[in-house]
């Protein structure tokens, strides 16, 4: 584990920390005064390798030189100047900082430190971080690199779990949720949607699946994964046979089958490692998906009978209905997506270049 110090006056900044991977919806921007809940779960840290956050240059001023050196292979709105190496934690793990008025950009209904880091070290009046809370944004702390010092406090660390001991342990992440609106309490008022986390999760993977396809129709099994994935699929790429078949894979599912083009996998929580396989799959195109969303793909949870209140007798078991659905079809997150397909470097072709220029603005 670490705590991360100011690296003015050397104050502890943080809780003790262990380093979990990015999540693939971290720098979301959610629909229009959604109140969404905090990015990393307590008592962890990730890494933003890339730099991110002010100042920003608009592409017209980069050379596309200097954009392929740093991993960016077609057209974007604008490139960060900050340093790269930010780490991003949940807001109730720092610790000895406060708040800079003068900076504190947003204020739709909270912070987006659009003016750079909003949050000082109380000890020295350094700026460390940015508090970000603003609707619509998942409420974080991202550390400045250059203003923190990530120091181990535990040098006995944990090693990440086995693939098996996230089996066991892990829990799925669910399809649609409840979202709340600012300024209301978490669920007063609210609309069943489709999960944030799963349309971030899906902007990313369809991406990789347009690679994967080289320019022909990609098939993915019916259900669920058809219904997040196939429209889109079907609207971006050619209807000309033969089609590439995507099938799930991973850990203690039976081994793919080796006439399968582009696997579906998992990535690991903590190392953000892509899981592979063994035997004649090992050549498939891999496609990532969080952890959460491809265990509840591979092994949905059910709808259980609830224990009622109030006037059933004790011990007797209500079967609630069916969860609601969303009253609209899945939309995969199309800046993630723009943002994950420009850093393949696949996109030089024309047909996915042609791609990244249409969708960088659309949701589909």
Partial sequence: ???????????????????????????????NGTQLPVLMESGTFAVEPEPWGPPWRKWEEIDPDEAEARGIYARVHGLSDAPPGTVVIAPGDIRGTVLIPETAGGYCCGLDASDGPNTACEA???????????????????????????????RTAAAPFSWAELMARGTGTPPYEPLTSWGQPLGSGHRWSWSPQWEAAAGRALAHLLVASGGRPVTVPDGLIAEVFQRALDALLPARPPARRAVLAGPELPAPDPEADILLVPVHPQTGKTWTPDGPAVSAYPVPLPFGVWLWLVAPEPDLPVPTSGVMPEGVLDVDPPLPRPDHLFRADSVVFHHTLVRLPAVRSPWLREVAEYTRSLNF
Avoid: N
């Avoid at 100011?6 to 629909?31: F, I, K, M, R």
């Avoid at 009046?125 to 809370?133: F, K, T």
């Avoid at 603003?134 to 535990?154: E, H, I, N, Y």
């Fill in 1 to 31: 584990m670490f705590v991360f110090v100011c690296a003015g006056c050397g104050a502890t900044l943080t809780a003790p920390l262990s380093e979990v991977a990015l999540p693939a919806h971290a720098h979301q921007t959610y629909g």
């Fill in 124 to 154: 020295c009046g350094l700026p460390v971080a940015s508090r970000i809370d603003d609707c619509s944004l998942w409420q974080a702390v991202w550390l400045a690199p250059d203003a923190v010092r990530r120091l181990p406090v535990d």
